[in-house]
C-alpha cells in the first residue's frame, strides 16, 4: 500500500513538474509567398501549435489589418467567427481573408483581446504579425507598423531555408528591448483551411523544455532554423501594457515565418 501511494505521488510530482506548452497565436494562411492576385483565406487561432494541443478561446479582436507600401487596409470587416478542433478540446476562432493585387509585401497585423489564463489568473494578449509576399519582389518586410510591441525581422520572414538563422529585434513603443526571453514555436500540425482542425496528429516536445533564445543589449535575437515550416516567436511581457482588468496583463510580441527546403 505504502509503495503504491509512493509511486503514485511521484506520478504526481513527475506531472506537475513537466512545463506547459506555450500559448501561441496563429495568424496562418499556408501558402506564403504568391505569384497570383486573388483573395487568400486566413486563420487566427489561439493554440498551442508545437504539441497540438489546448486550443483557447478568442475574443473579439481589437484591431486586424495589413500594411503594403504604407498603406493600411482594415481587416476587420472580413472576419468571420468559427470553431476549431483541435485534438483534446475546441474553441472559438476566426476566418478572415485579404486581396492581395500587386507585387510586394502584405504584413499582417493583429491586436487579440486579452485571454483570461484562469490557471494562473493572469490574462495574455499576443500582438501577432505574418507575412505575405507576391511576385518575389520585397518592399517593406523590415519596416515596423508602430505596434505597442512588435517584432522586427532582420531576415525575410517568408525566404528563410532550414539550415539557416533568423534575427530579429523586439520594440516596445518603437524603442529596442534588451535581455527578452524569446519563446520559440514550431507548428508541428498546421491547420486544415477547410476543416476547421489539425491537418495531422504529429506533435512535437523538446528535451528540457520550450526553445527559448534571449535579447542582446539592442533588443535582437538570432535563431538557427533546423526544420523547414511555420515557426513563431513571442517575445513575453515585451509590450508596455502589464495590467488589465486589475488583473496581471503578459503582452507579448508575437511574430511567425516561413522556412522552406534548400531547393524548394
Known amino acids: 500500500m505504502k509503495k503504491a501511494l509512493f509511486l503514485s505521488f511521484l506520478a504526481l510530482s513527475a506531472s506537475i513538474a513537466l512545463p506547459a506548452q506555450a500559448h501561441f497565436q496563429l495568424l496562418y494562411t499556408p501558402n506564403v509567398n504568391l505569384q497570383k492576385a486573388g483573395d487568400v483565406p486566413l486563420k487566427l487561432v489561439f493554440w498551442h501549435p508545437m504539441g497540438n494541443g489546448h486550443v483557447m478561446d478568442m475574443g473579439q479582436p481589437v484591431e486586424f489589418f495589413s500594411v503594403f507600401k504604407g498603406k493600411k487596409t482594415d481587416l476587420l470587416p472580413s472576419l468571420k467567427s468559427t470553431t476549431f478542433k483541435g485534438r483534446h478540446n475546441e474553441a472559438a ?3 478572415a481573408n485579404i486581396k492581395i493585387k500587386r507585387n510586394g509585401d502584405y504584413i499582417l497585423a493583429l491586436v487579440p483581446s486579452p485571454y483570461l489564463e484562469k490557471s494562473e489568473d493572469i490574462y ?3 500582438i501577432t504579425k505574418s507575412y505575405i509576399n507576391k511576385g518575389e519582389i520585397p518592399t517593406s518586410w523590415n519596416e515596423p507598423l508602430g505596434l505597442k510591441t512588435e517584432i522586427v525581422p532582420l531576415n525575410k520572414p517568408y525566404g528563410s531555408v532550414a539550415g539557416s538563422t533568423f534575427s530579429g529585434v523586439v520594440l516596445r513603443n518603437g524603442q529596442p528591448v534588451p535581455n527578452l526571453e524569446i519563446e520559440v514555436e514550431y507548428m508541428s500540425a498546421e491547420p486544415d483551411m477547410d476543416k476547421n482542425s489539425p491537418n495531422t496528429d504529429t ?3 523538446i528535451p ?3 526553445l527559448n533564445v534571449i535579447t542582446d543589449s539592442a533588443g535582437k535575437f538570432t535563431f538557427g532554423i533546423p526544420k523547414a515550416g511555420f515557426w513563431g516567436f513571442a517575445a513575453l511581457g515585451s509590450g508596455p501594457d502589464n495590467t488589465y482588468n486589475g488583473k496581471e ?4 510580441a508575437v511574430l511567425w515565418i516561413k ?3 534548400m531547393g524548394e
Open 203 to 205: 506533435a512535437f516536445a
Open 124 to 126: 495574455i494578449q499576443q
Open 259 to 261: 522556412a522552406h527546403e
Open 208 to 210: 528540457g523544455g520550450a
Open 93 to 95: 476562432a476566426y476566418d
Open 249 to 252: 496583463l503578459s503582452q507579448d
